[in-house]
């Protein structure tokens, strides 16, 4: 019972925060006595990736685990997130709208639907759609205006320092590491006061559409209560052609509890 929970809470990470992403080989880590460059900033902002609609194979090595689970994820940009994730059968499926979030755990016969709102009191941290669809892509969160932000530079890598406060007054403190051969992201590491640590570190990246997109991420989620680590590598990417979100919850499945 226990394993099959965490499997659960795996699914449901998935689900919210990226969900979804071993070793960052194109990741250089600046020290604290880099001097800053005088550099044009407008030279070195993420490009995003863009399209209408996505569809990606993956496989995720959960770590403490040691079992690989294997998934899909499908896009419509600035519309609708879904995930599912399977070991043999189907273990579950998640459906994120700009408003709402459903998860199915089918192994355990039990289901979510809420608001990010809900979700955030139990994950420790707040998001919306467009952070959720931002990190599965490896674009830039647009919480800051970034050609407003001074980088420190080392290499071909561009690191940007950000903190800001919560409503609810918490410090989150954000570190943005940039490739700038590629403009890609390559970490996104994010702490926040009440003891909640969240990074995410992209590799191994494939040209799309004319456009790069990682083929290997590292998600790292901690909380007071829970630890999930999830190295993802992806596969089949189709791009901009018609794509179906099914999503259906049993009659008997009963309220997931947290």
Known sequence: MKIQLRIGYVALLFAV???????????????EHIPEQQVEVEKILPLDFDFNTLSRNFTAKVEGLNITLNGQVRIKHDSVIWLTLSKVVEIGRAKLTQDSVFVFLKIQNKYFAGSYADLAKTVGMGFNYQAVQAMLLGNEMEIYNLTNQTPIIS?????????????????????????????????????????????????AFETISDSNLAT??????????????????????????????PYKVPNKAKPLQF
Do not use: H, W
């Not at 925060?17 to 990741?27: D, E, M, P, Q």
């Open 17 to 31: 925060i990226v969900a979804l992403f071993a070793n960052c080989k194109s990741t250089k880590t600046a020290t």
């Open 155 to 203: 290499g071909n890598m561009a690191r940007y320092n950000l903190e800001y406060a919560e409503p609810g007054g918490a410090i989150i403190k954000q570190t943005i590491v940039l490739n700038t051969d590629n403009k890609k992201i390559v970490a996104n590491m994010v702490n926040i006061q009440n003891n909640v640590s969240f990074q995410l570190k992209y590799s």
């Open 216 to 245: 290997k991420i590292d998600v790292s989620f901690a909380n007071r209560t829970t630890k999930a680590n999830i190295g993802i590598t992806f596969g089949k990417t189709l791009v901009n052609q018609d794509v179906t979100f």
